[in-house]
């Protein structure tokens, strides 16, 4: 399984953005991820296909949104109302499995989109 992340870029504070991961073939789960330098990778949210569920950290519900497209095997997040300390390169990651929160349990990594958030 490849994935492409995409979207990424330079934005101002409380603008808007969408990120999208593409897979090179059907996958159970799509999970994003950030890391910023010198701190832990966090999960964002994840997106099962099978019955479009989407579950999110409970530290960025409300700003972030996960939505898939299973005929084109997408998923998008969309970051609303961005802040400096959304600055970060975002990952997004497959699994055969459920959705986990936990990075280490998936299986497929795409290369990542840096998102810069400033004036």
């Known amino acids: 399984v490849q994935l492409q992340a995409s979207g990424g870029g330079l934005v101002q504070p409380g603008n808007s953005l969408k990120l999208s991961c593409a897979a090179s073939?059907?996958?159970?789960?799509i999970g994003w991820f950030r890391e910023a330098p010198g701190q832990d990778r966090e999960w964002l949210s994840c997106f099962k296909f099978r019955d479009n569920s989407t579950y999110y950290n409970d530290d960025f519900k409300g700003r972030f949104s996960v939505s898939g497209d299973r005929a084109r095997i997408t998923v998008d997040l969309r970051i609303h109302t961005l802040k400096p300390e959304d600055t970060a390169k975002y990952y997004c990651?497959?699994?055969?499995?459920?959705?986990?929160?936990?990075?280490?349990?998936?299986?497929?990594w795409g290369q990542g989109t840096q998102v810069t958030v400033s004036s």
């Open positions: 073939t059907r996958i159970y789960t």
């Open positions: 990651a497959a699994d055969s499995g459920g959705c986990a929160s936990d990075w280490r349990i998936y299986q497929y």
